[in-house]
């Protein structure tokens, strides 16, 4: 499994941002996809997860503010952002679990300015 990122930038805050991810290769089953991130200095931390039967779960400090979706055929998941912060200033990695194995995305760079 491929998966390519994309969406990242800059806003201030308050603003949004929309990830996207796209699965390529053996995607007939993907089991979930997730989102990671990571800020500087700071270790890589899960955002929120997003399973083939189409539950969500969100760290603490995004729900409410961020949603995980995906298409039906889970080839693609998305991370919507609203009311960013500067501490959500990070790199954005997207992450797929398929039959047994874990796989991750490039990271994408979302900037928070204040």
């Known amino acids: 499994v491929q998966l390519q990122a994309s969406g990242g930038g800059l806003v201030q805050a308050g603003g949004s941002l929309k990830l996207s991810c796209v699965a390529s290769?053996?995607?007939?089953?993907?089991?979930?996809f997730g989102w990671y991130r990571q800020a500087p200095g700071k270790q890589r931390e899960p955002v929120a997860f997003?399973?083939?039967?189409?539950?969500?779960n969100y760290a603490d400090g995004v729900e409410g503010r961020f949603t995980i979706s995906a298409d039906d055929a889970m080839h693609t998941v998305y991370l919507q952002m609203n009311s960013l912060t500067p501490e959500d200033t990070a790199l954005y990695y997207c992450?797929?679990?398929?039959?047994?194995?874990?796989?991750w995305g490039q990271g994408t760079l979302v900037t928070v300015s204040s």
């Open positions: 997003f399973s083939n039967l189409r539950s969500t």
């Open positions: 290769g053996s995607t007939l089953n993907i089991n979930f």
């Open positions: 992450y797929a679990y398929n039959m047994g194995r874990a796989y």
